[in-house]
């Protein structure tokens, strides 16, 4: 059922030589960007999206997520496939890696089109499963339950922030199965924030802590090398083509190396 | 070419009994919760939304400020009209006050059909000075600008942040006469955040500090009272002939008491 954007691993060789290599095929100015967006970006905190119907708030969402420098995005289709809007996000995908859990019973509105709520959440469960493999703490953002506040989530742990539909808000598994629930401050008359509000003022909140505290949340040089590659990847024109004939010439001149006599002798 | 929701003002004892009415014909709950709302209530914080296009994005920024606690929401319609979506706001626009200018020039969609962005900006304009008139410093937020940050905007004054369409950003008058700029963080690719995302991270971030501060935010017993009328009169089943009732009432009451001989002679 996971779908995701990963590719198979390289050596750590084999990637210092392709990234050697795509880099000269992007301008200077966007390697730089490159660099420094690296240097910010963070697995520390995540976020998992359940069935969200609109287009134009599942975008919101992931242009808020690479703006606050977030690099993980999870999404679970249970009843409703994801679609977002390209005028929205700014191409923001192109540079999260993007992992989908989607049941096969997922389909384009499918969620609205149900009369009762569904019981099961298949997607939900093996995306919350997966979190908590990699140590992810799980918050459902919920503003029904009288729970904690921004100011109590602990950072010293990696996070992942659970965000519902815009009609049901997070499922019956999601709100069961979560470690924490978060309540945002509200003072008004309305009783929810949209869900790309509540994902920005939870995600800004957090993230402002996180930079100011002593957290480990800074990327592993492999980490970023994995990134730079699948960002160069999209980035460099014609970047499957390129791609391809870096693997003949490398190969090439690895057998070449191997099978000439040494010229020292 | 201004239009608001205001009413005539009414003297103080005539209020006094018109809400005490009113009051009778809406539920305990829904008199408390108004009365918790108006204690969290402030005009120290206002936005001002210049030309926006798409009406999630403006519903959305409706409810944030209901959810935050802001009362008054400025609205510049220079070449667009503005419009919103009641399945985005939840209703917030019949808490908050409006206060719309508006050219007469603007359509449905104006600004985007528009071929070159127009050079002048009336309705802003207008907008803006009687903000100033009010005594509010005015906050351009603007991705572009190189200048402060959200902890450098002082709250001993009352602040209105300008935010502009989804397109162009705020309108180069705008940009000119501002007192401040401000630049939200942002560490990833994209430029800018969407305008309802903007627009939460400002004012959750500023509201969060005001409420800790020992700025003068809260509002006066006579702002309260007439926010609560105004709360009660769209609230009240048939509120506009519930009150035509009372001041019928109410007049022949008065008319009666001065016109009776007095009893103690």
Same mark, same amino acid.
């Given at each position: 059922?996971? $779908? &995701?954007?990963?590719?198979?691993?390289?050596? $750590?060789?084999?990637?210092?030589? /392709?990234?050697?290599?795509?880099?000269?095929?992007?301008?200077?100015?966007?390697?730089? $960007?490159?660099?420094?967006?690296?240097?910010?970006? &963070?697995?520390?905190?995540?976020?998992?999206?359940?069935?969200?119907?609109?287009?134009? #708030?599942?975008?919101?969402? =992931?242009?808020?997520?690479?703006?606050?420098?977030?690099?993980?995005?999870?999404?679970?289709?249970?009843? #409703?496939?994801?679609?977002? #809007?390209?005028?929205?996000?700014?191409?923001?995908?192109?540079?999260?890696?993007?992992?989908?859990?989607?049941?096969?019973?997922? &389909?384009?509105?499918?969620?609205?089109?149900?009369?009762?709520?569904?019981?099961?959440?298949?997607? &939900?469960?093996?995306?919350?499963? *997966?979190?908590?493999?990699?140590?992810?703490?799980?918050?459902?953002?919920?503003? *029904?339950?009288?729970?904690?506040?921004?100011?109590?989530?602990? /950072?010293?742990?990696?996070?992942?922030?659970?965000?519902?539909?815009?009609? !049901?808000?997070?499922?019956?598994?999601?709100?069961? *199965?979560?470690?924490?629930? =978060?309540?945002?401050?509200?003072?008004?008359?309305?009783?929810?924030? #949209?869900?790309?509000?509540?994902?920005?003022?939870?995600?800004?909140?957090?993230?402002?802590?996180?930079?100011?505290?002593?957290?480990?949340?800074? /990327?592993? !040089?492999?980490?970023?090398?994995?990134?730079? =590659?699948?960002?160069?990847?999209?980035?460099?024109?014609?970047?499957?083509?390129?791609?391809?004939?870096?693997?003949?010439?490398? *190969?090439?001149?690895?057998?070449?190396?191997?099978?000439?006599?040494?010229?020292?002798?």
């Amino acid at each position: 059922m996971r $779908k &995701t954007q990963d590719q198979k691993p390289l050596s $750590k060789e084999d990637r210092k030589a /392709l990234l050697a290599f795509l880099s000269r095929f992007v301008s200077e100015a966007r390697r730089q $960007k490159m660099a420094a967006v690296l240097r910010h970006r &963070t697995r520390h905190i995540t976020v998992l999206l359940e069935d969200i119907y609109q287009p134009q #708030n599942a975008s919101a969402v =992931l242009r808020t997520c690479d703006a606050l420098g977030l690099q993980d995005v999870y999404i679970a289709e249970n009843w #409703n496939a994801y679609r977002f #809007n390209p005028d929205v996000s700014l191409g923001a995908e192109k540079w999260l890696t993007i992992h989908r859990f989607r049941h096969p019973g997922c &389909t384009e509105g499918g969620l609205e089109a149900m009369r009762t709520p569904p019981s099961s959440f298949p997607a &939900t469960e093996e995306a919350m499963q *997966h979190l908590r493999a990699k140590g992810y703490l799980l918050v459902a953002t919920s503003p *029904h339950t009288d729970s904690c506040s921004l100011e109590d989530i602990p /950072l010293t742990r990696k996070v992942a922030f659970l965000f519902g539909n815009e009609r !049901e808000g997070l499922s019956a598994y999601a709100l069961a *199965h979560a470690d924490m629930h =978060l309540r945002l401050p509200m003072y008004g008359f309305v009783e929810s924030y #949209n869900i790309s509000v509540s994902a920005a003022i939870t995600l800004f909140s957090v993230t402002e802590r996180l930079r100011r505290s002593d957290a480990p949340w800074r /990327l592993s !040089e492999d980490e970023q090398e994995e990134i730079l =590659l699948m960002w160069l990847r999209c980035s460099a024109p014609s970047g499957e083509a390129l791609e391809r004939l870096f693997w003949r010439r490398y *190969h090439e001149a690895k057998t070449q190396a191997l099978s000439s006599p040494c010229e020292e002798e």
